[in-house]
């Protein structure tokens, strides 16, 4: 009996008002229902085999690019937040990604945030692409690291950089601390202790190796001028490369380090938004090659961008340009020109759900002359999204 009283007791306790105040557990997310349509190069690759037709002719339709497609996709984020006290919460973090059929556990990450900064550890962005200034854009799909790449088909061996910060470490367990406001800046660090784990869609297949180390740091300036708002980053990033455990690991190559440059700078007054963002990846021909050949974009060159936004009431737009000018891992000398350019449109139809419409061109511009290793495509697509 003294027992079943002092469980009781415990319970209550731990479900007082009192105690339901310092924990908190949300759900929130998105699900999206949309029409696409694109009108590519089908011979860029063979159907059959998956291999470029310029190397293995003759052609066949791409599987899985259609033109016209339904498609679907959303994210479930988990939360759950200690207040441990007036400055200090710690939160545990989910995100589940849906695309088609597929479901994958994007990022898991342990926050403390406290009078001293915010701490993140576990699989998580780095800190170039949390506190990074990037061009204003309200696409489905985006502008940087876009989906479009999923309506459209990269080239076979295709060089470039497709957003203005650090993706080479994408989702991969790392520490990262990000300061307090101090005067209108704040900076950020990561540190990443490997690749382990990484493949082109972020799924765990086996501990596959592409970086041994690597390291990040951004800073950010906010400032409010009255009718005028001011952001600036900028940010680097270094990552030692290696290949041991890939399946190119036969090929040799010099496993060079590889050095990133990153910032972006954006104004808003009124309901405008205005930005322009620049990335420059350095490392040689040989690593962006293997990076390259296990599906990962980190090619010696520089991308730029460029976007406006426009809010009033339930409607917003945006249009926006991005370019990517890459040394090219099959013609000597030359570069690899991939451009993506976005208008779109979202309204608000009441508090959680919107219509939008994305119209835009993605070219990838080989430097090679054979017309199979480029591709290019008017993109178009629209539909409803409800958020939670």
């Given amino acids: 009996m003294k027992k079943i009283l002092l469980t009781s007791a415990a319970f209550l306790a731990l479900t007082s008002p009192a105690a339901a105040e310092d924990f908190e557990f949300k759900i929130s997310g998105f699900l999206k229902w949309f029409a696409t349509y694109a009108n590519q190069n089908d011979n860029v690759y063979d159907a059959t085999t998956g291999t470029p037709n310029a190397f293995n002719p003759p052609a066949a339709r791409l599987v ?17 937040t200690y207040h441990i006290n007036e400055n200090t919460t710690l939160s545990f973090v989910m995100q589940l990604d849906m695309y088609r059929d597929k479901v994958d556990v994007d990022l898991s990450y342990l926050k403390l945030d406290c009078t001293a900064g915010r701490f993140i550890v576990g699989n998580s962005k780095n800190v170039s692409a949390m506190m990074g200034v990037h061009v204003p854009d309200v696409s489905t799909f985006a502008l940087e690291d876009t989906d479009f790449v999923k309506m459209v088909r990269v080239p076979f061996g295709f060089a470039m950089n497709h957003a203005t910060y650090d993706i080479l470490d994408d989702d ?38 592409r970086f041994e180390r690597g390291a990040n740091a951004a800073v950010l300036y906010n400032h409010d001028f009255g009718k005028v708002e001011l952001s600036v980053s900028a940010d680097y990033a270094y990552t030692k490369p290696t290949f041991k455990g890939t399946p ?28 322009v963002a620049a990335h420059a990846v350095n490392t040689s021909d040989e690593v962006g090659r293997h990076f390259r050949l296990t599906g990962v974009y980190a090619t010696k060159g520089v991308t730029w961008a460029l976007g406006a936004s426009y809010k009033i009431g339930p409607f917003k737009t945006s249009a926006s340009v991005l370019q990517s000018r890459a040394d090219s891992l099959t013609t000597a000398g030359k ?54």
Avoid at 259 to 265: A, M, P, R, T, V
Wanted: aromatic residues 14%.
């Fill in 64 to 80: 899985g690019y259609d033109k016209t497609s339904l498609q679907t996709n959303g994210e479930i984020d988990f939360s759950e």
């Fill in 172 to 209: 991969t367990a790392k520490a990262s601390y990000i300061s307090p406001e101090i005067g209108d800046f704040s900076f950020g660090v990561s540190v990443m202790p490997s690749g382990s784990g990484m493949t082109p869609r972020n799924a765990y297949y086996s501990e596959t190796t």
């Fill in 248 to 275: 190119y690991a036969a090929i040799p190559v010099k496993e060079k380090d590889v050095h990133q440059y990153g910032g972006g700078i954006k104004a808003r007054f009124g309901g405008f938004e205005i930005g």
């Fill in 335 to 388: 570069k690899d020109v991939y451009t993506l350019s976005v208008a779109s449109v979202v309204y608000t139809v009441m508090k959680g759900v919107d219509v939008f419409a994305d119209a835009g061109y993605i070219d990838f511009k080989a430097a090679a002359a054979d017309r199979d290793l480029s591709n290019s495509s008017p993109v178009f697509l629209t539909g409803a999204a409800v958020r939670f």
